[in-house]
């Protein structure tokens, strides 16, 4: 079976760092995706490593180690709007995701 | 360009009742999805398509059907809705090659 494990809620202040963890253990692996999802909002794409190593994309970076099914969503000078649901996804080769459960995010003043 | 519309974006179904959902994208994408969000979690795959005429199961298809006969639209439905199937339901679509899922503004059902 698939399974990924991220944890459930991070509580951070504004303009600090947090770092969002994802353990993966799937039948086949392309890669890892990340996703934002506003309160009553669609999720939206951030990011997709499918190579070991570390994406940057502006205030968000996302990494990956295959060897070890593990990534991470970091991102950096926190602003209030952050304050989201974030889900990595695995793409087991089937054109389709499997998702985590969600981290909350909650950014305070 | 409208990206991934679907409709309604409410509705309220009595156990029993059937309907269908429908998925709408004007950026030509090949690939099309159905998912389901219970509160609290993740999205779960329902089928999918890979092209229009075809159409595979995903994590939880039972009690549900899909159809693609165009290739901007993919329809999702129920034949007798279940209070199980209370839900979000979410389309998505995304191109062939690319990574990123684009997803529809969700639909809102309550089975009573």
């Known amino acids: 079976g698939q399974s990924l494990e991220q944890p459930s809620e991070v509580t951070a202040v504004e303009g600090a760092i947090v770092q969002i963890n994802c353990t993966y253990q799937t039948s086949g692996f392309y890669g890892l995706s990340w996703y934002q999802q506003h309160d009553g909002g669609a999720p939206t794409f951030l990011s997709y490593?499918?190579?070991?190593g570390l994406e940057e994309t502006g205030r968000f970076s996302s990494f990956l180690s295959r060897s070890d099914s593990y990534g991470y969503l970091l991102l950096q000078e926190l602003q209030m709007k952050d304050s989201a649901s974030y889900f990595c996804a695995v793409d087991t080769g089937r054109r389709a995701l499997t998702f985590g459960s969600g981290t909350r995010l909650q950014v305070q003043p | 360009n409208a990206g991934v519309t679907q409709t309604p974006k409410f509705r309220v179904l009595k156990t029993g009742q059937s309907m269908t959902l429908l998925c709408a994208q004007d950026?030509?994408?090949?690939?099309m999805y159905w998912y389901r969000q219970d509160p609290g979690m993740g999205l779960r795959l329902i089928h999918y398509?890979?092209?229009?005429?075809?159409?595979a199961k995903g994590e939880v298809p039972d009690g549900y059907n899909v159809s693609r006969l165009k290739k901007q639209n993919f329809l999702l439905g129920l034949e007798s809705a279940a209070p199980s199937q209370t839900s979000v339901y979410f389309c998505?679509?995304?191109?062939?090659?690319?990574?990123?899922?684009?997803f529809g503004p969700g639909t809102r059902l309550t089975v009573l």
């Open positions: 398509s890979v092209g229009e005429g075809t159409t």
């Open positions: 490593n499918g190579l070991d």
């Open positions: 950026m030509n994408h090949e690939y």
């Open positions: 998505a679509s995304r191109i062939a090659g690319k990574n990123e899922q684009f």
